[in-house]
Each structure stands twice: as structure tokens, then as C-alpha cells.
């Protein structure tokens, strides 16, 4: 079965063609690469599968179903999660209310139920490595590989059926494109289906297991990543 597939999607921004009749399935369970240069949609895709933006024409299906993404929370509903390459991590939030958002209501249950979730935000944050983020302070002041790392955090606890990594290294080396390469391999184990947005193909070679590159607004076809040689 398909996670996720996408038939002749057209997006455009008043005269400009961002995606100009993309075509492509993402099975179940696996590390699918969306790869392409800059100003090839990938932004577009995301946003798309974000409930950010709506498509203008054509069809989204999520585990075989038809659906309309038109606002976030379409998204979550059908367990599409997202860890954004522009982090979306609110500043002055402390990382429990930016991990717990949009779920911590200022009423009396709500506090229990935030007291409740700081302590899941914890072991959370523990079980994926990450023991050393005090979710008491604030987001901002983390270094730009630590918020690119909790925005990862975040997408993964919130449960994701689908998870979008959109160019997840981009401010990552070394110790923490290793952590990433765990998470990815951790979430593969659980079913979880990983669509990794990359524009470098070394990354998409080490991480999954078929691919598609987008040009200009379209797709080239998808293959395996065993299949393509080292000068593509
Ligand atoms: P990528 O992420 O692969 O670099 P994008 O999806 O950001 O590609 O962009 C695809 C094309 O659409 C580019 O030509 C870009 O300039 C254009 N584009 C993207 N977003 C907008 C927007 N909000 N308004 C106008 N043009 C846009
Ligand atoms: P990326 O590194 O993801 O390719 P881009 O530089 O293509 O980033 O775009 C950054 C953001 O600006 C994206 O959210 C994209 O949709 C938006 N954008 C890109 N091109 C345009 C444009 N011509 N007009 C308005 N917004 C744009």
C-alpha cells in the first residue's frame, strides 16, 4: 500500500509555475528522497503536505484516501507531521510549550495535563538522545543545530504516521547527522514512512531507499537508491 501519493499537481503563485504536474507514491514504511536544485517545488511539496498552501489542481491521497490538506491541523489529523528547514519553533516559547503546542489550554485541566505532558516532553527528549535540552528555556537560546534538532524532536512526538523532513541537515554535522541517521532508522522500525526533502544526493544515498527528483515543478520518475549511479 501507498503512504502517499500525488497525481498531476499543479500549484502555482500568480504567474509563476511552482509545481507544474507533479506525479509521485511514497509506500509504506519506507525512506522515500525528494530531491531537486533550488526553485524545483521541493518548498512547494512541503507546504502542500503541510495543509500550508492548497494545491490548484490535482489530487492527494494519504493511506488510499482522497483527502484535502487546506489547514495544519488537516495535516496532524491524518498524522502527517512536519520538521520545517526554516524552524518552526515559536522564540519566546519555552521547548515543552513549543513540543506541546497546540495542546496546552491555560485551564485548570490544562495545567494538570501540561504538568502531565512536560514530564512525556522529558522522557521523550531522553529516549531519543536528546537529555542534555532543558525544555524549560526558551527556544531561542539554542544554537541553530539544536533548534534544527528539537524541531525534528518535536515532529517525532507528536506521533507521526508520515514524517517530512524537509532538508534536515541543513544546519547539522558530524555527531548530529549520525543522531539523525538513529531517529530515521528507529522511526523505519516502528513503520513509520520518512519522505526526506535533500538536495544533496550523498545524504539521500545514506538515508533512503527510493527516490524522486523534481525539476522545474516536475517529477522525473522515482527509482531505487541502489540503482542510481554515483555520477547522477
Ligand atoms: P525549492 O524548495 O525546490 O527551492 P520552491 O518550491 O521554493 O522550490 O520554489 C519553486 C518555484 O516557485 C521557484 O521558482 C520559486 O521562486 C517559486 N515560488 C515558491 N514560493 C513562491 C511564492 N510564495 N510566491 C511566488 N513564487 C513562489
Ligand atoms: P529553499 O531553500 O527551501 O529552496 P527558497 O529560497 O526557495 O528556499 O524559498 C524560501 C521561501 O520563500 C519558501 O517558503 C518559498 O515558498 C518562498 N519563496 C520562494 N520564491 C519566492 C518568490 N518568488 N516569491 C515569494 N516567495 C517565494
Not at 501507498?2 to 500549484?11: P, S, T
Not at 487546506?70 to 522564540?91: C, K, M, N, Y
Not at 544546519?171 to 535533500?198: E, H
Request: charged share 30%; hydrophobic share 40%; with cysteine.
Amino acid at each position: 500500500q501507498d503512504a502517499l501519493r500525488l497525481e498531476n499537481i499543479v500549484k502555482t503563485y500568480g504567474a509563476t509555475r511552482a509545481l507544474g504536474g507533479a506525479s509521485f507514491s511514497v509506500r509504506c514504511g519506507e525512506v522515500h528522497a525528494l530531491l531537486g536544485e533550488n526553485g524545483a517545488g521541493k518548498s512547494t511539496a512541503v507546504k502542500l503536505l503541510s495543509g500550508l498552501v492548497r494545491p490548484s489542481t490535482g489530487i492527494i491521497e494519504v493511506f488510499g484516501q482522497k483527502v484535502e490538506m487546506t489547514r495544519p491541523a488537516d495535516a496532524h489529523r491524518l498524522g502527517v507531521q512536519t520538521a520545517f528547514q526554516e524552524i518552526s519553533l515559536v522564540p519566546d516559547l519555552t521547548i515543552a510549550e513549543n513540543m506541546l503546542l497546540p495542546y496546552a489550554p491555560r485551564t485548570a485541566l490544562g495545567v494538570l495535563r501540561r504538568r502531565r505532558g512536560e514530564e512525556e516532553v522529558e522522557a521523550h527528549l531522553r529516549r531519543i538522545g536528546l537529555a542534555e535540552i532543558d525544555i524549560r528555556a526558551e527556544a531561542h537560546t539554542f544554537d541553530l543545530s539544536q533548534r534544527q534538532k528539537i524541531e525534528i524532536a518535536r515532529a517525532v512526538f507528536r506521533k507521526p504516521r508520515i514524517l517530512l523532513l524537509d532538508e534536515p541537515t541543513s544546519a547539522l554535522s558530524g555527531d548530529d547527522i549520525d543522531w539523525l541517521g538513529d531517529i530515521i532508522g528507529q522511526l523505519k522500525r516502528d513503520g513509520v514512512t520518512t519522505i526526506f526533502i535533500s538536495h544533496r544526493m550523498a545524504e539521500v544515498r545514506r538515508f533512503c531507499d527510493r527516490l524522486t527528483i523534481l525539476r522545474n515543478g516536475r517529477d522525473t520518475g522515482t527509482s531505487d537508491v541502489a540503482s542510481v549511479s554515483d555520477d547522477d
